[in-house]
Nanobody, 115 residues
Framework: QVQLVESGGGLVQVGGSLTLSCTAS????????VSWYRQAPGKEREWVGV???????NYADSVKGRFAISRDNEKNTVFLQMNSLKPEDTAMYYC?????????WGQGTQVTVSS
């Protein structure tokens, strides 16, 4: 079964940086679009960004210029580099990929930005 596992979450101060990882098994992420989402308590799930198989990235307006998605094909891992973090970035972060019209989600990793 396809499995995605996020890691790298934690506590970081305002203005700090953090890199999240999404590692997959039984699927090759480089051949699929991989999206990052986040969800804070009491809020709907929010799309953060995506990297498509060709390498093009797109980001939500709320994170443009601060977040960057990259991937390591040898490790079958997609990263979310987060810079200039703000308290409103606090959320559970999830990665997702889609293959044959089926979505696969990771379990999430918590990011908390404190001042």
């Amino acid at each position: 079964q396809v499995q995605l596992v996020e890691s790298g979450g934690g506590l970081v101060q305002v203005g700090g940086s953090l890199t999240l990882s999404c590692t997959a098994s039984r699927i090759v992420l480089s051949t699929n679009a991989v999206s990052w989402y986040r969800q804070a308590p009491g809020k709907e799930r929010e799309w953060v960004g995506v990297i498509v198989s060709g390498g093009v990235r797109n980001y939500a307006d709320s994170v443009k210029g601060r977040f960057a998605i990259s991937r390591d094909n040898e490790k079958n891992t997609v990263f979310l580099q987060m810079n200039s973090l703000k308290p409103e970035d606090t959320a559970m972060y999830y990665c997702k990929t889609t293959r044959l019209n089926r979505d696969y989600w990771g379990q999430g990793t918590q990011v908390t930005v404190s001042s």
